[in-house]
């Protein structure tokens, strides 16, 4: 890969060399007897080894011979708060019975608790290869005490089902509380600041927001929070058309889930006449409102949403999503997925719309474990026909594109973060097949330019 092969920043003294059998830089072909040079916390050099180590003499070189090296993959949406859920909530046939379970399961735990699950989760996430997640957590205020191993974009979920005029207040208080911990998502252990992730290339802060769901978070809350969006810049993320009952909730006011919530007193004025997806457009201006726009490698430009699930869209819901100026993200949890038994994932209607497809594990609450290969190949069996490399992009670079670090995270390209993992291969043909049925944890991986 010449077109990249030169050295672009030597800010920093400390260099090394990577090499393996293979590098899959998600910018094209695989380089075989690759290599890549890393100062500091940055690629600054990627090609065939002999001319990497040319123009890196003298340099320390880890070579790890009969892998393939890949761009740390990144989980687009997660719960780490129920790590310790895991295999607590059989699957159950209604959705709202499993909202009870996980209610019931919840209110069992101490701060210590969430605290101990948290850690957990991320030393799982990481031994699965994972450099990067996108995190939702109902307890922000703990954050402080959590360090992070992995790279972390926070997202602060925010519920106001029994207080919703109560809406602004509730969010205007998580986000100067977010706000105050902002410098605390950098990464542990170093000996000046590290750019946490949404201080890459001056991206957003990496505390974005999070309304729950629209059966959980009122109109107020989902609006304030597309306010603090446009005005700071921050991401946001929501779930949205996950099951059969939030369609039935909302657009013909009926079903276990409607039942459910009016009986904790939600107000359901709002049911009854659109569908989920119809009803969230609406709430963020049908998607082609002004947003300030940012340098992306596609042709199209993106909301600050990243949205979970879509399971559940009607044939008018797909009108709406053609004719939405601007798109979202969406996140795709595979295993979650089949838990629940939830209708196909329109995946290739989606795709065909250029939405920017991601995978992500969801929580342990609906999964057995926070692995993104085991999410890979769960998506391959419900998508036979998608190529693998283009599996390994919806962990990578969609999921990079999607928390706003397309020119940072989710390649092996000079400039980019240094967060890369090997996964043992035996050459090419079916290379990119070889990665996605990797299965264990990882042998090497480097974040933020430490082994
Ligand atoms: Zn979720």
Redesign the pocket.
Known sequence: MAAFATVIDRRYSKEMIVRARTVLTMDGAPIENGAVAISENQIIDVGKFPGVSARHSGQEIIDLGEQALLPGLINA???LDYTCLRGKIPSRKSFADWIRAINAEKAKLSEQDYLGSITEGFAEAKRFGTTTVAN?TAFPELVSQIKSPIRTSWFAELIDVRSPERANELVDLVRRRTDSLRRGGELIGRTRPEPALSEVEGGAPNWGLAPHALFTASTNLYRRCEEIARRDDVLLTT?LA?SREEMEMFRDASGPLYEFLKEIGRDMSDCGDQTPLARFLDLIGRGGSPNRPRAIEVDLSYLHWIV??LNELTESDFDLLETAKRKFHVVH?PR?HVYFAHSEFPFKKLRALRFNICL?T??LA?NENLSLFAEMRAFQRSEPGISPDQILEMVTVNAALALHQENALGRIRPGFQADLVSVPCSGSPNLFEQVVAFDGPIDWMMVNGRV
């Open positions: 949406h997660c719960h939702l779930h996950e979970a699930h949890s979650s992500g969801d929580s609906s």
